[in-house]
């Protein structure tokens, strides 16, 4: 199946990220599974996971058929549901991936104010990232929403958004909410360096 760019659609098989490859489910039905090599993902991608949509180029080499530019299609919004958490951290089992350990959750990247914790049991959104510990690519949950949590935002704020969404749409509201925080954040603290030669922030008094 392609996509209305001309890009093929498909769903990984498996992929093992410690030897750097595996395959895709052929999209026509029938047919081979496609190879797919590290060295093959896209820009900014560092691993797949066996159960993820994908979309890719198709390219032949001495007669072989491989994978490349190869980009999920769904890392936000992932669902699953919490199956060990305890001392701030814990393992989410997500839905339709084939991830026997699990994915990493850590209190900090749980969205919401006041004590962070996640209930075994409970069910979860997040948005699905790898990065490298120890030499080892490992899949982490960020930005954990309970699926009672639902983002509302203003019409204000979907136009404050709508930049950042437009640049990256692979990331949730909440993430994009979060970049633009950071954002305000950093800029608030290069406006009190640059106030006083000192950058005494006790020289920028409230107003009454």
Same mark, same amino acid.
């Given at each position: 199946?392609?996509? %209305?760019?001309?890009?093929?659609?498909?769903?990984?098989?498996?992929?093992?990220?410690?030897?750097?490859?595996?395959?895709?489910?052929?999209?026509?039905?029938? $047919?081979?599974?496609?190879?797919?090599?590290?060295?093959?993902?896209?820009?900014?991608?560092?691993?797949?996971? %066996? $159960?993820?949509?994908?979309?890719?180029?198709?390219?032949?080499?001495?007669?072989?058929?491989?994978?490349?530019?190869?980009?999920?299609?769904?890392?936000?919004?992932?669902? $699953?549901?919490?199956?060990?958490?305890?001392?701030?951290? =814990?393992?989410?089992?997500?839905? =339709?991936?084939?991830?026997?350990? =699990?994915?990493?959750?850590?209190?900090?990247?749980?969205?919401?104010?006041?004590?962070?914790?996640?209930?075994?049991?409970?069910?979860?959104?997040?948005?699905?990232?790898?990065?490298?510990?120890? %030499?080892?690519?490992?899949?982490?949950?960020?930005?954990?929403?309970?699926?009672?949590?639902?983002?509302?935002?203003?019409?204000?704020?979907?136009?404050?958004?709508?930049?950042?969404?437009?640049?990256?749409?692979?990331?949730?509201?909440?993430?994009?909410?979060?970049?633009?925080?950071?954002?305000?954040?950093?800029?608030?603290?290069?406006?009190?360096?640059?106030? %006083?030669?000192?950058?005494?922030?006790?020289?920028?008094?409230?107003?009454?």
């Amino acid at each position: 199946m392609r996509s %209305g760019t001309d890009r093929v659609l498909g769903t990984v098989k498996w992929y093992d990220p410690s030897k750097g490859y595996g395959f895709i489910l052929n999209p026509n039905a029938g $047919g081979p599974d496609v190879f797919v090599g590290h060295r093959s993902l896209d820009e900014g991608v560092l691993a797949l996971v %066996g $159960g993820e949509p994908v979309e890719f180029d198709i390219k032949t080499i001495e007669g072989k058929t491989e994978a490349c530019a190869v980009r999920p299609t769904q890392r936000a919004g992932r669902t $699953g549901v919490v199956s060990q958490f305890e001392h701030g951290w =814990g393992f989410i089992s997500p839905d =339709g991936l084939n991830l026997r350990e =699990g994915v990493f959750v850590h209190q900090t990247k749980i969205l919401g104010d006041g004590f962070r914790t996640l209930d075994e049991g409970e069910k979860v959104t997040f948005d699905l990232v790898f990065v490298r510990l120890n %030499g080892r690519l490992c899949p982490q949950a960020h930005n954990v929403r309970r699926r009672d949590m639902t983002v509302e935002i203003s019409p204000e704020t979907a136009m404050m958004l709508a930049p950042c969404r437009a640049e990256r749409p692979e990331i949730s509201v909440a993430a994009a909410l979060e970049a633009e925080v950071h954002k305000c954040e950093d800029s608030t603290t290069a406006d009190i360096g640059s106030n %006083g030669s000192d950058g005494d922030s006790r020289s920028r008094k409230p107003s009454a």
